[in-house]
Structures are given as C-alpha cells and as structure tokens.
C-alpha cells in the first residue's frame, strides 16, 4: 500500500473534503495513482488524514462524480480514470497489471508492513538485525575518508571488484584459515547481491534450494523470484540435521546447499565443530555444493567459533559469502564471494551487466578499514557491547517471561529465539505489538507454519528501549492469553 504523508489544514477555510478531494485528484491527475490503483479503505484513510470516517465519504462522492474512481462491493474502491484516459482517445497503460505480473515476487505483507515502520523513530525495534546508528564508528569513518585521498578514484573498478580491497580481504581470510587469493574473490553489494548473482547466474528455474529450518532465505524472494524451490531441514541442537542430505538431494535433485553455521539468522545457534565436518562430508559425498553465509561470523562474544566450512573445503564446493554490513556498516553496502575462479568470473560479468560495479567509495573505505588495524579495534568494542546488550535482554526475559516463554543464549550475533506458549499466536502479537509502538519480527517470516516464535534482537534498540520495549511485550501476551 502507498504511504501518505499529507494532512488537510483544520484551520483553512476550504472544507477538509475538498483538500481531500483535490489531493486525490491531483495524485489520479498526475499519473501517481493510475487506473486500478485500489485506493485504501475509507477507515484507513480518515485515520492518515485525521478526519471523520463522513469527511472521506463526502471526497469520494467529489471524485466519483468527477468520473475518476468507483466503488464495488467486495472489491472496494479503484481509480478508474485520470486525465489522459479522460481525453485521449486511447487509454493509458494499465501499471497495476504490470506490476501484479511481475516476476520477482512482492514481499511478505508483515516483511512490508516491518520495512515501513522502520522508517518511523516512534516505534522501539525489538527485531531489527541491524547495529544501532549509535554503536557504528561514524568518526572513524570520517577520518579514513579524509586520509590518503590521492589512492581513492571515483571512476569504475575492475569486474570482480577494487584489487587493493580484494588483497585485503584475501589477508583478513587467512585470520578465519580460508585460502583465497584476490582472483577467486569477487566485491558485492552487501550479502544479498551475492546471493541473486548465484540464483541467475548458475542456477536455472526449478532447482531446488537445501536450506536450516527457520530460514533468513524464506523472508526474501532471491531465489524464488527467479523460478526456484526452497526445500526446509530442521535443526538440532548442533545444527542442520545432515543425516536425510544425501536421500533428499536424489528425491528432490537438490541443486545447492544454503547456510548460516556462525550465530544463525533467524535462531541465533552456533554449528558446532563435529556438525561442520559431517556437512562438508555429506555434501561433498552427494556433489552438493555448499553457500556459506558467514556475515555474523565476527560476532562472538566469550571465544570464536569453528573455522567457517571454507577453510576445510579442499574441492572447491563452497561458496563463501562475507560482508560489513552487520559489523561495519550497513550502508556502505559492501560485501564479498569467494569461490572457484570460473564461478566468480561468470557472476562478475554477471554483476558488470547489472551495476558496473560496488560503489568505489565504500571499496576504498572498506579496504582502509581492514587495512590499517581500525576494524579489529572496532570489532573488540562491538562485540563486548552486544555482550552486554544480550545480558540485559536475558535478565528481562528471566524476569518477565519465565513463565510464559522458553528461549536460548547465543554465544554471538544479535538474535534470541524466543518461544512462546501456545496459547500465544505471534502474528496477532505482532499487529497489538504495532499498535502499541513495539516492532516484532514474527517467526513465520522465516517459517510460514511458525506461529509461536520470536526473533528478539538485542543490537538496534537503546538499553531503556529494551527494558521498555520488553515490559510492554509481556503485558500484551499477559494480555493475548486471558482473551
């Protein structure tokens, strides 16, 4: 649904309808709204606009009248016409059905609904996978972007990206045991570019995704917008449960394996060592390759984690992602592949075809950060503040949720998963929560039968707004539970 910012003025002397009225027509006029656009509820609308529920029915007749929209009962009311479809003999082209036929697929209507409220500083965000605007190294930042400008260009890079920032990559790998030389690495845009290169450019349509059961891939549609299958292994304790891989990849004829081993999103679990080593084995036994998404992998908190599945994989099977994006920034958008040279020399002619390339401002800033010590320094503060963070959401959750609620303590990265008793239905949570100015990230976003979890986050609301923020969740399901 469009956003709309305009309020009528109470204190004009034109009627509330007819400033109504006439913003609606000049949007219709424009071109903004076009023929089909179906227009929110007259509910909806007196609330945007702050009037009565008869202000909106009075500027519905007006532009009924003038012959630009219509009502139906069951299909409530569309624009019809506009000035071009008024005047020209023939009609404009009818967007609405472009965009419904579309192939990549719309969002999630809560993932849609969670994006917008983002924007919004009235809401405490308990589910954002994102470190707070206060937690990131803004003066740093500046500082690198003022020091050695004579080596930064502002023209194109080379295809697979900036070669001093692929060095450096390739020399902070070595850090995590992973072998990889600036020519099997290729500069993304963050971690999710990676993935839509892999899905158009070696995957054709009906393959089969292999991912852990809740999944970060069922909240986006990368894959499935390109005409592919997910397919769900559940989770134990140590991890995906490796054991059915072999039989599903015949069943099935699974084209890859996608996971998050390090501090998983949404569940926050850490694969352990002995799982790791069982994975590459199977899937190495059953010629399925491997997307290791490692963006959280920086992120522990009391000791590292195993080494990333790439540093024991001696075939070429995995694809490695790696990215700044929940560490460093999220804007600068920059992340990296690491692969067999043939796969990164396909996706980087991919990726020329699609941008020309990573921002050469954020390659040169990412590459000074890794560089000159400052992202080891940065990461050893990061980590001992969501420690912190992470405690003070468990002490809460102990306090008021022992009783209705079960949950794990992550070992790093920014999530607790959070189970709550069955009688409480999260996505009804989510929308009181909405009311209430609480943002919730529901577990069927990454499950579609989940109706009982959480992903609470710890890394982007204040320490007040998640006492606050917590304080008020458990009232409400206090609330949900005696309905």
């Known amino acids: 649904m469009f956003e709309i910012e305009w309020k009528p003025q109470k204190a004009s002397s034109i009627p509330l309808h007819l400033q109504i009225s006439h913003y609606m027509k000049k949007k219709i006029m424009n071109g903004e709204w076009t023929v089909g656009t179906k227009l929110p509820s007259q509910r909806t609308l007196a609330n945007c606009f702050g009037v009565n529920r008869s202000t909106i029915v009075t500027a519905f007749e007006e ?12 299909s409530g009311t569309k624009v019809v016409n506009n000035t071009w479809s008024l005047l020209a003999s023939t009609p404009p082209p009818d967007w609405t059905s472009y965009v419904s036929s579309g192939i990549h697929e719309p969002n999630i209507n809560i993932i849609q609904e969670i994006n917008k409220a983002e924007a919004n500083p009235y809401y ?5 996978g994102e470190l707070s605007p206060h937690l990131l190294p803004t003066k740093k930042m500046k500082q690198i972007l003022q020091l050695n400008t004579e080596k930064l260009s502002l023209g194109y890079e080379e295809p697979k990206g900036n070669l001093l920032l692929r060095k450096t990559v390739s020399e902070y790998l070595t850090s995590k045991e992973i072998d990889a030389s600036p020519s099997s690495i290729l500069i993304v845009s963050g971690a999710l570019q990676a993935l839509q290169l892999i899905s158009v450019g070696l995957l054709k349509r009906g393959s089969v995704i292999f991912h852990e059961t ?16 997910l397919f769900g292994i559940p989770l134990d304790h140590e991890g995906i449960e490796y054991h059915t891989i ?10 890859l394996l996608y996971t998050i081993p390090s501090f998983h999103n949404p569940t926050g679990m850490l694969m352990s060592e002995k799982r790791r080593q069982q994975l590459l084995e199977v899937c190495k036994q059953a010629s399925l390759p491997i997307i290791e998404d490692d963006v959280y992998g920086d992120l522990w908190f009391d000791s590292p984690p195993p080494k990333p ?9 995995v694809l490695y992602i790696g990215s700044i994006s929940k560490t460093l920034s999220p804007g600068l958008r920059i992340g990296w592949l690491v692969g067999p040279e043939p796969v990164i020399e396909r996706l980087s002619d991919i990726k020329m075809q699609m941008d020309y390339g990573s921002s050469s401002l954020s390659q040169y800033a990412v590459a000074q950060c890794l560089k000159n010590g400052m992202y080891t320094e940065y990461l050893e503060r990061i980590r ?27 070992e790093g990265g920014f999530y607790i998963w959070l189970r709550l008793q069955s009688e409480i239905h999260t996505r009804k949570l989510f929308y009181h929560a909405l009311h209430a100015g609480i943002l919730l990230n529901p577990g069927s976003i990454y499950d579609g039968s989940d109706q009982h979890h959480l992903r609470l986050s710890y890394s982007y609301a204040s320490i007040e707004e998640l006492e606050k923020g917590i304080i008020m969740l458990a009232n409400l399901c206090k609330k949900l539970r005696t309905k």
Not at 214 to 229: D, E, I, R, W
Not at 386 to 405: E, G, N, P, S, T
């Open 384 to 410: 001992k503040e969501l420690m912190y963070r992470r405690d003070v959401m468990l002490r809460l959750l102990d306090k008021y949720f022992k009783h209705i609620a079960s949950w794990n303590i992550p």
């Open 214 to 229: 809740p999944s970060y891939l069922n909240s986006v549609h990368v894959f499935q917008s390109a005409g592919m299958n």
């Open 124 to 128: 405490i965000r308990l589910g954002t």
């Open 309 to 317: 599945l790439k540093a024991n994989d001696k075939q070429g099977n």
């Open 63 to 74: 532009l009924a009248a003038d012959g630009l929209i219509e009502a139906k009962v069951g």
């Open 246 to 255: 072999s039989r599903l990849k015949r069943l099935h004829n699974g084209a």
